[in-house]
């Protein structure tokens, strides 16, 4: 396969947004100017979280995946399956998507932003390499999956040098464990097949969606009922979010409707979410309307 092919498969298009976007967020909501979105130091680490960091933490993910992906059929429908005469090419993406990232690190403003950027790296490759393999360790699977709001925060302290207030953290983090515990659940078949304990094969389908009700109604609450720059009476569009809880509590009251499918139209809706927030939350932050 020619190696710019692979790295597009690779890197999954329909998620770039879970990376790239958050790091764009992060950066509006930090900015005054709408001029600084064309600063190249932006420019350069939006690229990586775009491209590059999604070919690292998705090409780690599938080196280390042979064993659960012989079973699992998304492999070959919706995602790049490893293939042997691939092999050299892709352990060149990851280790150019690496030495890129490693780059943009020795290029942090302090010692914070490095560690900032340092966790994602270490999160990203630790989520499923041996012998720490997050995504098989429960609860710690989930958990770990707060590594797609590090670059929102890296990029709003790259601006400000702030570290955002404690609840927007809770939020994300109940996002991002509703979001890995809702993935995993088309892949209990296949988990179980390869004797993979991850909390959606310990919990079961049922249990799995109760709890990503809870988690994303708890995101939902937060955000906007709590976070201060959030009340509902001034800013309505938040009301979108509860639309993440509506998803796992139509699947629990039908549950012939497939799970799988659901999942695939995740990234439609948050992409329009992401513009949302941009247009709602950015701009007029920027002073631009």
């Known amino acids: ?54 070919i690292l933490l998705y090409g780690v993910n599938d080196i280390s995946d042979k064993d659960t992906d012989m079973f699992n059929p998304k492999k070959d429908e919706k ?14 993406l990851v280790a150019l998507s690496f030495i890129y990232g490693f780059v943009l690190m ?14 994602w790296m270490s999160l990203s490759i630790m989520y499923s390499v041996k012998p720490f393999r997050f995504k098989a360790v429960p609860i710690l699977d989930f958990a770990s999956n707060f590594l797609y709001v590090i670059p929102a925060l890296l990029a709003y302290y790259q601006v400000t040098s702030i570290i955002p207030p404690p609840l927007p953290l809770l939020a994300a983090f109940f996002w991002t464990s509703a979001m890995q515990l809702f993935s995993a659940i088309p892949d209990i078949e296949a988990d179980t097949k390869a004797d993979i304990k991850t909390t959606a094969v310990i919990m079961g389908k049922r249990l799995s969606l109760i709890l990503c009700f809870i988690f994303w109604l708890l995101f939902a609450i937060i955000l906007t009922f709590m ?11 938040n009301l979108m979010m509860f639309i ?46």
Do not use: C
């Open 79 to 92: 995602e790049y399956r490893a293939a042997e005469r691939d092999k050299l090419k892709l352990y060149t």
């Open 227 to 237: 976070a201060p720059w959030y009340p509902p009476w001034y800013a309505p569009w």
């Open 1 to 54: 396969m020619n190696i710019f092919r692979l790295a597009f498969k690779v890197s999954r298009i329909r998620f770039w947004l879970y990376l790239g976007g958050t790091y764009l967020i992060g950066y509006i909501i930090g900015i005054t100017s709408i001029s600084q979105l064309m600063d190249s130091y932006f420019i350069a680490h939006l690229f990586y979280f775009m491209i590059p960091a999604n």
């Open 244 to 289: 993440y809880p509506l998803i796992p509590l139509y699947l629990l009251i039908q549950p012939s409707v497939s799970v799988e499918k659901s999942y695939w139209y995740f990234p439609i809706y948050t992409g329009i979410f992401g513009m949302v927030l941009f247009f709602a939350v950015g701009l007029p932050l920027m002073g631009v309307f």
């Open 106 to 119: 020795a290029f942090q403003p302090d010692i914070t932003a490095i560690l900032l950027f340092a966790s």
